[in-house]
């Protein structure tokens, strides 16, 4: 039997609904303020995540899914929105619309990684990106905006991490007191750690290997080192969360995987996960628009795994039910199955979700089938029933039953949804 690629997951109809919960949760939040859904494809070239997303970057130098396409252009499936949502902006002249762009998706992405609990190689982002302003409120926009988000869906103990990897001016200095302090034990250190010492130190932060971990504890922290400009910058952002009573805590070991971001980074995180506890990243990256050819634009966002939520949601017991069959038809003989066919016809045009038999099974089968599907109603027609016009209507849960006239039957489901 062929299997599903390693890394990637079936949502299968029994579950979709989380999804839909999740995704509409998105929406709402989203728009309530002022983003609006951007869609762009879901492979790029390669250059613009090699420039965008980072060269020294884990996602960029290990996990693309690169490939020629038949004309040998390079194209790579997208490891992340961003640069997808810069592109487009970009190509599209957006600058010259209303400013600052505001912009949502939900997406897949890919990454070749190990596959682990709540990490995939296809996996399913909402993110969110705000163009065009400077100033500490866009980033606590974006910071409230994910924050209602998580909360929206009922999550508990999530916590937000905080950080700042100050500007250019200021990493300069950073990434010179990381050289001296990993220097005498980059020996210890693993392959990719040595390459990054020289060329991004703050990267070895983010290592994943046991060994480097050892080293990284006692290095120098980014918050020491930040300029007048950036602090001031970070300040006005905490004072604006705890203004609007978001809980934060400041974690300067948060450097983010990606290599366009500058001054706010952001996670929340949760216990209820394994060792994949983000759900949610996020930062301010002034530097990805110019970087690509815009004029400077700076920039703000974040993206949730949506795999992830599920995870948590499952874990605090907080899963939305499935949606039900309101009703099932159930029709005794031939003539009965039509009548239950028009029937509910007719009841879904009245907006009621039902169900009837299609493959001629017994009564008795169709009980079980309505069980299964979780039905709340039965309605039961046969010979007398048809003379009759009316269905005799069993309530699921209450194990009673009435009957009710066919002309009656959606007032009747509609007074008990
Ligand atoms: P990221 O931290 O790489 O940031 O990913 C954001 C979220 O996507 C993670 O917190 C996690 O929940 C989920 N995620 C990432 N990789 C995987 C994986 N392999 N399997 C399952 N879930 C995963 C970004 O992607 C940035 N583009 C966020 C951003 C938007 N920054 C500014 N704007």
Redesign the pocket.
Known sequence: MIQIPKGCKDALPAETHLWQYIEDRARSVASRYGFREIRTPTFEQTELFARGVGDTTDVVTKEMYTFLDKGGRSMTLRP???AGVARAFLENGLSGGAMPFKAYYLISAF?Y?RPQA???RE?H?F?A?LYGSALPEADAEAILLAHDFLSELGLQDITLKLNSIGCPACRAKYHEALKAYFAPHIDEMCEDCRARLEKNPMRILDCKNEGCKKFTAAAPAITDYLCDDCRTHFEHVCDLLKGANVPYIIDSRIV???DYYSRTVF?FTSDALGAQS??????R?DGLLSMLGAKPTPAV?????I??LIMVLSAQNLLPEAPVCEVYLAGMDAPSRVKAALLAHELRGRGISCETDLVARSLKAQMKYADKIGAKFVAVIGEAELEAGEAEVKDMRASASERIKFSELAQYLQGRK
Request: glycine share 30%; hydrophobic share 25%.
């Open positions: 992340e929105g961003t990454r990684e709540g990490r995939l996996f982002q993110g990106e983010r995987g990606l996670e983000t759900v949610l990243g996020g930062g990256y966002g974040f993206a949730a795994g795999e992830r």
